[in-house]
Nanobody
Framework: QVQLVESGGGLVQAGGSLRLSCAAS????????MGWFRQAPGKEREFVTA????????SYADSVKGRFTISRDNAKNTVYLQMNSLKPEDTAVYYC???????????????WGQGTQVTVSS
C-alpha cells in the first residue's frame, strides 16, 4: 500500500514557475514508477510525465516537453514536478500516481494522490 500526498500548487502568472512535490508513505516507494497527471474542468485526466523507479527513464507529454521536469529522491520518498514557462492552459488539478511501469494511461497506475490545484493567470 502506498499513500501519496501532493503539495506545491497555487496561483502563478503566465511565464512563471512552480514546483510540485508528491510525498509517499511506505518502504516500497523506490520500487514504483511515478507519474503526474492533470485534469482541467470538464476534461479527462491526462498524462503529463512519468519516471521509472530508478529515475533513469522518463516520459513527457508533448505539451510539456522542454518546460516541465520530473525527478525523484528515493531517500526522501518524494517525486517532484518542476514546471517552468507556465501557460494558462496548464491550469488543472495535478495528481501524482504510483505504478509498476512508466506508462501514459491512468489504468496503469495503482495508487493516486488527492491532487493539488495549479492555476495560471494570463
Amino acid at each position: 500500500q502506498v499513500q501519496l500526498v501532493e503539495s506545491g500548487g497555487g496561483l502563478v502568472q503566465a511565464g512563471g514557475s512552480l514546483r510540485l512535490s508528491c510525498a509517499a508513505s511506505g518502504r516500497t516507494f523506490s520500487t514504483y514508477a511515478m507519474g503526474w497527471f492533470r485534469q482541467a474542468p470538464g476534461k479527462e485526466r491526462e498524462f503529463v510525465t512519468a519516471i521509472s523507479w530508478s529515475g533513469s527513464s522518463t516520459s513527457y507529454a508533448d505539451s510539456v516537453k522542454g518546460r516541465f521536469t520530473i525527478s525523484r529522491d528515493n531517500a526522501k520518498n518524494t517525486v517532484y514536478l518542476q514546471m517552468n514557462s507556465l501557460k494558462p492552459e496548464d491550469t488543472a488539478v495535478y495528481y501524482c500516481a504510483a505504478g509498476s511501469l512508466v506508462a501514459i494511461t491512468t489504468r496503469r497506475y495503482d495508487y493516486w494522490g488527492q491532487g493539488t490545484q495549479v492555476t495560471v493567470s494570463s
